[in-house]
Each structure stands twice: as structure tokens, then as C-alpha cells.
């Protein structure tokens, strides 16, 4: 695992709203009864806290055009970023109406498009490692290595700062104990810091583990999506996640060994969601095989 300081971007998730319902979501949108939209002070808060932080800072949901204040929160990056420091992350929702907005405040090589409507791929993420992988030694090995933290962000929610993007989904999603005070410099910390995260978090994470991608990519388009899950994550959910009471999930039963784990690892590209990199509608108009309009058939 990476310290917070080495990370290319840490997001401010202004919302885990979406109008897409992607099977194993990142941020579990689809479980969630009542999605989170931050606050303007937060907001504010969340960037001055990145003061000094090497890399950039995102605007991320969700779909953070789904927060109803989102001209403003713009307005706030505008405000307390550099223009080369900020990237945002959009899956389209109304990109017309919103496009010279983003535009006005984003490069376009820091505008990150994904509408779902090409093929794409999401591992599954809320299969317990403790549920699948009985060697403990292995399981903190794979979680030591796991390629969100090494490759992708932290970030911070309502609920405080994080040292790994899908650890805040989960902290919501299973009522975690939250993050660490969004403080000036709070990304500074070892990662010694978080280990209370990790505790309640990787352990009821799939990342590290090699399985195999499930999504067509369409985000619901096509029908209802299914989470796959272990055991005891279907025990926590299936109190509180809207999905599972939907019976839209499946569960994962298989145990992993060493040797599986060397096997299933040799075709096994997580973090290539999708074959091509997209900045607008027009980069992914080449590659799409349903249209943006599409009605999102996923209950
Ligand atoms: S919460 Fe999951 S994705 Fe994040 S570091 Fe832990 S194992 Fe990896």
C-alpha cells in the first residue's frame, strides 16, 4: 500500500447518488437507501484540507451531477484549486446541459467521461476476503498489494477522509466507523493512521482477490444487475441494502487457496475497466453500442 501523499488524486465525493446501476459499483450505488450529498461548508472544508498536496484533487461521485448544488461546488473548485490540479469524473448524466460548465473549469485531459454505454467491466467487490480465503497470511498479503490503493485514490465523504476510495464506500455502506477528521494535512499521515480502516474495511473486500470481471458494462440499461457477495456481507446487507432486498445479487460460496489465487491471477486485469479512455461523448460515440439515451431498465 501506498502513503496518501504518493497518490495521483484524492477525491472529494460529493455525492454516492448515480442515475446508472453498474453491477459491483465502486460505490455501491443501487445498495443504498438514502445516497449522501455533501455540503457546501464540507466541500470547502475537504479541498482547504488538501492544501499542499502534490497531486490533484477530484470531483467525484456518484454522479456529482446529481447533487443539486453542483454549479456551486464547481464554483468552490474553481475558487480553491489550481485549473491543472482539479479532474473531474462524470458518467454523463445530462453532459449536454452540463458540458460548457465543465469546460469553463476543467482541461479537457482532466475530464474523465464514462456514460456506460460501451462494454466495460467491474469486479466484484463485496465478497468478504475472510469469507473466501481461510490462510490469514495470504489474505493480508493480497490486501497489502491490493491495486486500488497502489493505483487509484483516497478520498473523502461527509463521513471524513480515507486512504482508499472504495474503503469509503464501505465505511457507508456497512456503517463503519467513519473516517479521519478532515483536518488540514490529514492526508499527510502514515498509514499507521488508518489502520482502523483497514480493519473494518479490506476485510470485507474482494479488490485483491483475482475473480472474474461481471458487468456488461451498461450500468442497468439493459435490465437489473447483480452484486456478487459472501456470507457475511449478505448478513450485514441484507437488513439495509435495497439491492439484496431486490434479490439482485448472487453469492459466492468458493474458498481460495494459494494456488488458485497464483492460477486465477494470470489474465487478470482489474483495473482495465474498459478498452479505450474517454473525455467526453464524442471520445466514446467511436466505441458505444447502446445510446446515452437509453432507458436504465435496472429496478
Ligand atoms: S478497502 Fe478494498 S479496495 Fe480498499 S485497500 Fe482495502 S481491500 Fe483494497
Not at 89 to 96: I, N
Not at 99 to 126: R, S, V
Not at 186 to 198: I, Y
Request: charged residues 30%; negative net charge.
Amino acid at each position: 500500500m501506498r502513503d496518501l501523499a504518493e497518490m495521483h488524486t484524492i477525491h472529494v465525493e460529493v455525492t454516492n447518488a448515480c442515475h446508472l446501476r453498474c453491477a459491483n459499483c465502486t460505490r455501491h450505488v443501487g445498495h443504498h437507501k438514502k445516497p449522501f450529498f455533501m455540503d457546501l461548508e464540507t466541500v470547502e472544508r475537504a479541498i482547504d484540507s488538501l492544501e499542499g498536496f502534490p497531486g490533484r484533487v477530484g470531483l467525484m461521485g456518484g454522479e456529482p451531477f446529481m447533487h443539486p448544488q453542483i454549479k456551486e461546488i464547481i464554483e468552490i473548485f474553481a475558487k480553491k484549486t489550481e485549473r491543472r490540479k482539479r479532474h473531474i469524473w462524470t458518467a454523463g448524466f445530462k453532459w449536454e446541459e452540463n458540458k460548457d460548465l465543465i469546460y469553463e473549469h476543467f482541461d479537457e485531459d482532466y475530464i474523465t467521461y464514462n456514460d456506460h454505454t460501451a462494454p466495460g467491466k467491474h469486479q466484484p467487490l463485496l465478497v468478504a476476503i475472510d469469507d473466501v480465503v481461510e490462510d490469514k497470511e495470504l489474505a493480508d498479503e493480497l490486501i497489502n498489494n491490493c491495486w486500488v490503493q497502489e493505483q487509484w485514490s483516497a478520498s473523502i465523504t461527509p463521513k471524513g477522509g480515507f486512504f482508499c476510495e472504495v474503503a469509503a464506500s464501505l465505511d457507508y455502506l456497512l456503517d463503519g466507523p467513519g473516517g479521519v477528521p478532515i483536518e488540514k494535512g490529514w492526508w499527510k499521515q502514515s498509514l499507521d493512521a488508518f489502520k482502523n480502516q483497514m480493519a473494518t474495511s479490506c476485510r470485507k473486500c474482494s479488490a485483491p482477490i483475482p475473480l472474474p470481471h461481471e458487468s456488461d458494462g451498461f450500468g442497468g440499461r439493459t435490465g437489473p444487475t447483480k452484486d456478487t457477495i459472501s456470507k457475511s456481507n449478505y448478513e450485514i446487507l441484507k437488513e439495509r441494502s435495497l439491492k439484496v432486498q431486490k434479490g439482485n445479487y448472487k453469492i459466492l460460496n468458493t474458498k481460495f487457496t494459494n494456488e488458485d489465487i497464483i492460477k486465477n491471477s494470470f489474465s487478470w486485469t482489474p483495473s482495465r475497466y474498459r478498452d479505450f479512455i474517454s473525455h467526453s461523448s464524442e471520445d466514446s460515440s467511436k466505441h458505444r453500442l447502446l445510446s446515452p439515451e437509453t432507458k436504465i431498465k435496472a429496478r
